[in-house]
């Protein structure tokens, strides 16, 4: 694979980052376990701090995870699920840094949230990781939910220009709860357009 051309990790990452999460190991007690030109791993007993940089995507990422859920395959938690646990405002862009300046603003942006995150939640509390589990759980079945509505939404709107009302009506059927009134509407013609034909 053929390596963006432009803006080239280096050291600046890893300084960058040992600067402004000191406080891990100052405050918290961490060590680094790992330092890689776009990885650097802090742990502490069984808990894992780590910050990425995708040297692709250009996009940062800050993970927490357990020894043990990352042995059972457990996906590291994220500021989707940190936050929320915290409290927090859900962030509203991701991090990208695509030259050193913004790499510093956001690093340090970065920093400043786990500082705040660290200080309303303990990471060495086992209902933590529960409580992660739970908004993880939640979020999924967010988005799940929001991609079922979208596909009955297109669905529905094909089989009505269709006038496939057979097929609208076991569509709507099933999700009979969820429905708009326009759906709904739809939903209550078609049953009589297929009672007509009966």
């Given at each position: 694979?053929?390596?963006?051309?432009?803006?080239?990790?280096?050291?600046t990452?890893?300084?960058?980052?040992q600067e402004?999460?000191?406080?891990?190991?100052d405050?918290?007690?961490f060590?680094?376990?790992?330092?890689?030109?776009?990885?650097?791993?802090?742990?502490?007993?069984n808990?894992?701090?780590?910050?990425?940089?995708?040297?692709?995507?250009?996009e940062i990422?800050?993970?927490?995870?357990?020894?043990?859920?990352y042995?059972?395959?457990?996906?590291?938690?994220?500021?989707?699920?940190?936050?929320?646990?915290?409290?927090?405002?859900?962030?509203?862009?991701?991090?990208?840094?695509?030259?050193?300046e913004?790499?510093?603003?956001?690093?340090?942006?970065?920093?400043?949230?786990?500082?705040?995150?660290?200080a309303?939640?303990?990471?060495?509390?086992?209902?933590t990781?529960?409580?992660?589990?739970?908004?993880?759980?939640?979020?999924?079945?967010?988005?799940?939910?929001?991609?079922?509505?979208?596909?009955?939404?297109?669905?529905g709107?094909?089989?009505?220009?269709?006038?496939?009302y057979?097929?609208l009506?076991?569509?709507?059927?099933?999700?009979?709860?969820?429905?708009?009134?326009?759906?709904?509407?739809?939903?209550?013609?078609a049953?009589?357009?297929?009672?007509?034909?009966?």
């Amino acid at each position: 694979m053929k390596e963006r051309k432009g803006f080239q990790m280096s050291s600046t990452f890893t300084s960058i980052v040992q600067e402004n999460f000191s406080f891990l190991v100052d405050e918290f007690c961490f060590q680094i376990e790992m330092i890689e030109e776009i990885h650097v791993v802090w742990k502490k007993g069984n808990i894992y701090i780590e910050i990425l940089h995708n040297k692709y995507s250009y996009e940062i990422s800050l993970l927490i995870y357990r020894c043990e859920d990352y042995r059972l395959g457990i996906v590291p938690y994220s500021f989707d699920e940190l936050l929320p646990c915290a409290k927090l405002a859900p962030l509203t862009s991701s991090f990208q840094a695509s030259n050193n300046e913004r790499l510093t603003m956001l690093i340090s942006k970065i920093s400043s949230l786990l500082k705040d995150i660290l200080a309303k939640i303990d990471v060495f509390d086992h209902n933590t990781f529960d409580v992660l589990a739970s908004i993880r759980k939640k979020n999924c079945n967010e988005y799940k939910n929001k991609i079922d509505r979208r596909y009955l939404f297109e669905q529905g709107n094909i089989l009505w220009k269709e006038k496939e009302y057979k097929q609208l009506v076991l569509l709507y059927q099933k999700d009979i709860d969820i429905l708009t009134d326009n759906e709904r509407k739809r939903y209550e013609y078609a049953l009589c357009q297929l009672n007509k034909n009966n």
